[in-house]
T-cell receptor, first 113, second 115 residues
């Protein structure tokens, strides 16, 4: 079964550093998403991406965050200057269209120290 | 705005007993509803989804859920729990209009299965 692949599985970074989280969505999917889950809390929507642009973003997705689909296969989330409160599990997801449940990746655990 | 409430952050059942995980939603239009399962240190796996077809939805691993509009509920059930069902379960709602949809998740229910 096709999978959404996320790398790395775990990233440790120092506060103030830039991080890029990488995702390879399922190849025929058109919608792409980032969600995050702070330890012990809800899964929260960050951003959706369709037709090479952001469709929606949440209040969490401020100027420190950006997304890119640089080469038609990868989908990246960049955090420019990480803060301690950015520590979370970040999930990438993709969907074939808007009517179906997403396929989530296994996540990247980001730890900011 | 959409919201999801999962009653009971922790549910314990004995192996072989009925599993019932509760989910109530709030949505101004007919929603699409989902249940996801998360095993320790893993991602979110789709168990089942309701997208305005049959109100009783069957999913993987013997789980099913029934959409009840009058009760705004989408409870998840399984007739007989297995030890391998121990995990965290998330109910989510998606608005059916617009281009790229957004999922709103409930707080999750941790299921423990006792031997």
């Amino acid at each position: 079964e096709p999978e959404v692949t996320q790398t790395p599985s775990h990233q440790v970074t120092q506060m103030g550093q830039e991080v890029i989280l990488r995702c390879v969505p399922i190849s025929n999917h058109l919608y792409f998403y980032w969600y995050r889950q702070i330890l012990g809390q809800k899964v929260e929507f960050l951003v959706s991406f369709y037709n090479n642009e952001i469709s929606e973003k949440s209040e969490i997705f401020d100027d420190q965050f950006s997304v890119e689909r640089p080469d038609g296969s990868n989908f990246t989330l960049k955090i420019r200057s990480t803060k301690l409160e950015d520590s979370a599990m970040y999930f990438c997801a993709s969907a074939r269209d808007g009517n179906y449940g997403y396929t989530f990746g296994s996540g990247t655990r980001l730890t900011v120290v | 705005a959409q919201s999801v409430t999962q009653l009971g952050s922790h549910v314990s059942v004995s192996e072989g007993a009925l599993v019932l995980l509760r989910c109530n939603y709030s949505s101004s239009v007919p929603p699409y509803l989902f249940w996801y399962v998360q095993y320790p240190n893993q991602g979110l796996q789709l168990l089942l989804k309701y997208t305005s077809a049959a109100t009783l939805v069957k999913g993987i691993n013997g789980f099913e859920a029934e959409f009840k509009k009058s009760e705004t509920s989408f409870h998840l059930t399984k007739p007989s729990a297995h030890m391998s069902d121990a995990a965290e379960y998330f109910c989510a709602v998606s608005h059916p209009s617009g281009s790229a949809r957004q999922l709103t998740f409930g707080s999750g229910t941790q299921l423990t299965v006792l031997p």
